[in-house]
């Protein structure tokens, strides 16, 4: 398990790399801090808003449970989408049971 959890944090430091590197490679004006490393893993170095943690941990308005990490690489759990699916919640915003 200590070597799992060893494996996982260097891919996490390693992705971080990438995206940083990818920031870098562009040109200062076009650095958004922003975006998706080439293999399609989302990443954002931007401060985060209320609104945005908001739209990736608890958005009734989407159906994935998966969505773009606010701070970092990688997936946040658009816990809302988790517990619907799961049968917890209504299907319908503002109808939980």
Known sequence: M???????KMVG???????????????????????????SIPYDFTRP???????AYWNAQDDRIFTDRVLGVGWAINAYALLR?????????????
């Open 2 to 8: 200590r070597e799992l959890k060893r494996l996982l």
């Open 49 to 55: 808003t209320l609104e945005r943690i908001r739209e």
């Open 85 to 97: 699916r799961m049968g917890w919640l209504s299907s319908t915003p503002g109808e939980e049971r």
């Open 13 to 39: 430091l390693a992705l971080a790399a990438a995206a940083v590197g990818q920031e870098l490679m562009k040109p200062p004006a076009e650095r958004a801090w922003r975006g998706r490393l080439n293999f």
